[in-house]
C-alpha cells in the first residue's frame, strides 16, 4: 500500500517526504486521501513542532490531511 504513495514521486505537484522518522505525501488535492501521513515515529520532543509544520504545509495548499 506505501509503494503506491510513493509512486507520487513521479508527479512533480507531489510533495513526499519519506525519511526514517515520517512518511507523508501533499498533493493539494481536496481529499485527504491523497494528503496522508502514513508513517510517524517522532522523537518526543519534536512531535509538537513537525506535527505544526505538516498541517501548515496543508493548509498553504488548502490540503486537508488524513493522520
Known amino acids: 500500500m506505501l509503494a503506491r504513495y510513493l509512486l507520487y ?3 512533480p505537484e507531489v510533495e ?3 525519511d526514517p ?3 507523508w505525501t ?3 488535492l481536496g ?3 491523497f494528503n ?3 508513517r510517524a515515529q517522532l522523537p518526543p520532543g519534536d512531535c509538537d513542532r513537525v506535527i505544526a509544520e505538516v498541517t501548515r504545509r ?3 495548499k ?3 490531511l488524513l493522520w
Do not use: E, I, N, Q
Open 62 to 64: 488548502g490540503a486537508p
Open 58 to 60: 496543508g493548509r498553504l
Open 21 to 23: 522518522d515520517m512518511l
Open 36 to 38: 496522508t501521513v502514513h
Open 31 to 33: 481529499h485527504a486521501s
Open 9 to 11: 514521486r513521479l508527479c
Open 16 to 18: 513526499v517526504h519519506d
Open 26 to 28: 501533499l498533493s493539494g
